[in-house]
């Protein structure tokens, strides 16, 4: 792409400029969108596809990411599309039963398509004003000092401050900004799909007992309204290129089951491999990854839709701040500094849940003993709170546990904490009642409460819910108020001087 500028003059001062681009609309991208349009940034997602994608392969939505739903008011739209299902049984798919009290007040898995929460989540961020453009491939972009100028597929070029790659595991804003993308390439290839059986559930269930433990990447199970859910190995099936067929997973079935109960009309077919992949850096200048587009791993536990998503909820407001000028100066790189190390741990708790499902009888032996493991309610928890995203502790420095981790849901005298956070902002929980959030009350709400639920006298919570400082002084808590919410005072609104 040539260095020539789509754009004369500075580029804050220009309408037809955007604030942000976001490249791909899948639930990263649309999270972000929607978390930007809270703070009034200008935000454009430009999306490969003219059609949402139709396939359902998620598990659902696990309990940080039903928090952060709740924390902007999404929640009462998406339950009505799920159901609700124990927060047990995701590591390793090892049945154990949910740990005893998990500390959320939504400690369960939303059963949900990807489909649907990606056209939730769509729909929300359209509402609050982002503009989405399907059929629309982000192409090339080229930075300098003061924005981004983005090339489509089919040549146009659209100027923003920033661009964020959100456009999946084969991201093409990762690959030319030259992000390395280290770690293993796939072993192991499966199919999936959604299609009819011929044949009664009985026999299915008859045909099938005990075969999960002697191939562990195989299920034939209903998915509701006659539609039944198969998995497979690809082994065999060569044509990467090509998405698989319906002869295919028929052969598949024949090999392992000796029948292929009569599968017929899929719904859709696709292949994934279990490459485990992070990238070196999330940002490059003004250019940001987020979601599959900065990490890849198997889809064991169901987390990778709940890791974009949250990565969106991590970078959104800093990069609003960024923008509207009151960012302090390293905000925006705690994004990376927070984000990378939880992407780190998902990866290696895949890889950890890769090896316990080997067929080997090494693997099964080390299987067999977490088994037994997780009878410990605290193993048990344990696992179940990295799968799910609530026992994050990002690294504040020193302090309390609390510091550095979300706040769970409590009550306050308004009704709940979370119906507090919807518009994004950072909050003051006040047990005191002395405090203030002085000069950055444009910024940060004041809710002084002395019966909340706390067991501490106050707590600083960011935009993203975490617990940004705790404790009842105020000199300490002007401190990181700055540090958090930059200097007081000088907020301006989106569309001002560049971040
Ligand atoms: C079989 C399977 C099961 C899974 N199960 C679960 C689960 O249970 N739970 C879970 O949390 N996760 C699960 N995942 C993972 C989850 O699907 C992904 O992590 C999630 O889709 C990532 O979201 P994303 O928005 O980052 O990327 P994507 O969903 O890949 O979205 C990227 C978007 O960018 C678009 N795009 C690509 N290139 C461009 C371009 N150049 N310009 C513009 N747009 C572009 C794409 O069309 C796409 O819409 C599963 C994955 C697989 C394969």
Redesign the pocket.
């Known amino acids: 792409m040539h260095s020539q500028q789509a754009t004369a003059g500075p580029i804050e001062r220009d309408s037809t400029v955007f604030d942000v681009i976001i ?9 972000l969108a929607a978390e930007l349009r809270l703070h009034d940034v200008r935000v454009l997602v ?4 003219t059609e ?2 139709s396939f359902a ?6 309990v940080r ?1 039903l928090e952060l739903m709740a924390m902007r008011g999404l929640l009462d739209r998406i339950l009505p599309h799920g159901r609700r299902r124990p927060a047990a049984g995701f590591f390793a798919a090892i049945p154990k039963p949910a740990p005893k009290g998990l500390d959320s007040a939504y400690a369960y898995l939303l059963g949900i398509p ?1 489909p649907v929460i ?1 056209h939730l989540l769509e729909e929300h961020a359209i509402e609050r004003g982002a503009q989405v453009r399907r059929g ?4 090339a972009f080229e930075q300098d000092d003061e924005g981004v100028t983005v090339e ?2 089919d040549g146009e070029r659209l100027r923003a401050r920033y661009l964020v790659g ?8 990762r690959k030319q900004l030259g992000v390395g993308f280290p770690g293993e390439p796939a072993r192991n290839e ?1 199919l ?1 799909g959604e299609m009819e059986v011929g044949v009664p559930q009985e026999e299915i269930a008859a045909r099938t007992a005990g075969m999960r433990d002697i191939h562990q990447r195989f299920w034939i199970r209903p998915f509701g309204e006659g539609v039944y859910s198969v ?1 497979v190995p690809a082994e065999g099936i060569s044509d990467r290129a090509e998405p698989p067929t319906l002869d295919d997973f028929q052969r598949q079935l024949r090999s392992i089951a000796g029948t292929d109960f009569g599968v017929h009309s899929p719904r859709w077919m ?1 292949r ?1 491999g279990d490459a485990t992949r992070l990238a070196e850096r999330y940002r490059v200048g003004r250019v940001l990854l ?5 990490h ?1 791993h198997p ?1 064991l ?9 949250q ?1 969106a909820f991590n970078l959104g407001w800093k990069l609003a701040a960024q923008i509207l000028g009151w960012a302090p100066e390293s905000l925006l790189d705690t994004y990376q500094a927070e984000r990378h190390p939880v992407a780190e741990d998902v990866l290696d708790n895949t890889r950890a849940q890769t090896e316990l499902s080997a067929t080997g009888p090494g693997p099964q032996a080390v299987r067999r003993l977490l088994t037994e493991l997780m009878d410990f309610d605290e193993v048990n928890r344990h696992l179940i709170e990295k799968i799910t995203g609530i026992g994050i502790r990002y690294d504040f420095g020193d302090g309390p546990d609390l510091l550095g981790r979300r706040l769970r849901d409590i009550d306050v005298k308004q009704g709940n904490l979370y119906g507090l956070l919807h518009r994004g902002r950072g909050l003051l929980l006040d047990r005191t009642g002395r405090l203030t959030v002085g000069g950055w009350a444009d910024r940060v709400d004041h809710l002084a409460d002395p019966t909340a639920g706390l067991d501490v006298p106050c707590v600083l919570l960011r935009p993203d819910g975490h617990v940004a400082w705790i404790g009842d002084d105020q000199q300490d808590l002007d401190a990181h108020l700055s540090r958090w919410f930059g200097t007081a005072g000088i907020s301006r609104g989106a569309g001002g001087p560049m971040g």
Not at 23 to 31: D, E, I, S, V
Not at 57 to 62: A, D, S, T
């Open positions: 490249a791909g609309c899948g639930p990263t991208g649309a999270m430009l999306e490969k596809e949402p994608a392969r998620i598990v659902g939505l696990h990411s990807q990606v629309r491939a982000v192409a489509l597929a959100c456009d999946g595991g084969r991201s093409t804003v499966t999936m998995v696709s994934f987020a979601g599959d587009a900065a890849i889809p536990g169901g987390q990778g839709l709940n890791l974009g998503v990565d």
